[in-house]
């Protein structure tokens, strides 16, 4: 079983539309949780962490939930810009991050 | 800040050749640099953690001598793959960690690896 396993997708959505999709780790000793963001060809950028807590930055909120193994993220009013493969990537242990294959969003206009 | 840049972005070359990947931390120092390798529509996989003035730490799998990693300085980690043959193609990334830290990682622009 994969460490981090995501939807691969894609989500086709409107813009101004809602998306949503989760991830699933298999470690219960997972520390760390994050999105990063990678468009084509490019190197993953942090998009933001993801607290015990849930948090909100803008129009994205990221939830964890340990019992179930997953963390969320939401996009809230869809831009063109947020066109991307959104990764999963959970820390264990030693500063090593494990990521998911991605979830590829498409906004469409 | 936190600027971390790859060189060559992509590269072509002929099989068993050696090519060389450098990853440099512009403006901060990093204890430790990380070495990933992307084949397409798949996800970024560690093959190996570098420490300045230390051995490289290799994933399970990714054999140590035919990807040599080096890091010689704190803003320097290099990555040669020895003897490359085609299916070594892929996109190679690397990331820093800031002293002192390591949670958050920096990552370069990846560079682009072709074997022909």
């Known amino acids: 079983r994969k460490e981090v396993e995501q939807d691969p997708g894609p989500f086709n959505v409107p813009e101004g539309a809602t998306v949503a999709f989760n991830c699933t780790y298999s470690?219960?000793?997972?520390?760390?949780f994050f999105w990063y963001r990678q468009d084509c060809r490019k190197e993953p950028k942090l998009l933001m962490s993801?607290?015990?807590s849930g948090n909100e930055d803008g129009r994205f909120t990221a939830q964890l939930n340990r019992a179930s193994q997953y963390i969320s993220l939401l996009i809230r009013d869809s831009k063109l810009s947020d066109s991307a493969t959104y990764l999963c990537?959970?820390?264990?242990?030693?500063?090593?991050?494990?990521f998911g294959a991605g979830t590829t969003v498409t906004v469409r206009a | 800040g936190a600027v971390v840049s790859q060189h060559p972005s992509w590269v072509i070359c002929k099989s068993g050749t050696s090519v060389k990947i450098e990853c440099r931390s512009l403006?901060?120092?990093?204890?430790?640099m990380f070495w990933y390798r992307q084949f397409p529509k798949q996800s970024l996989m560690l093959m190996a953690t570098?420490?300045?003035?230390?051995?490289?730490?290799?994933e399970q799998g990714v054999e140590k001598d035919k990807f040599l990693i080096n890091h010689a300085s704190l803003t320097l980690s290099t990555l040669t793959v020895t003897s490359a043959h085609p299916e070594d193609s892929s996109f190679y990334i690397c990331?820093?960690?800031?002293?002192?830290?390591?949670?958050?990682?920096?990552f370069g622009p990846g560079t682009r690896l072709t074997v022909t």
């Open positions: 570098s420490n300045e003035g230390s051995k490289a730490t290799y």
């Open positions: 990537v959970v820390i264990l242990h030693d500063y090593k991050l494990s």
């Open positions: 993801v607290y015990s």
């Open positions: 403006d901060f120092q990093a204890t430790t």
């Open positions: 990331s820093a960690s800031l002293v002192g830290t390591g949670v958050e990682q920096y």
């Open positions: 470690n219960s000793a997972s520390q760390s």
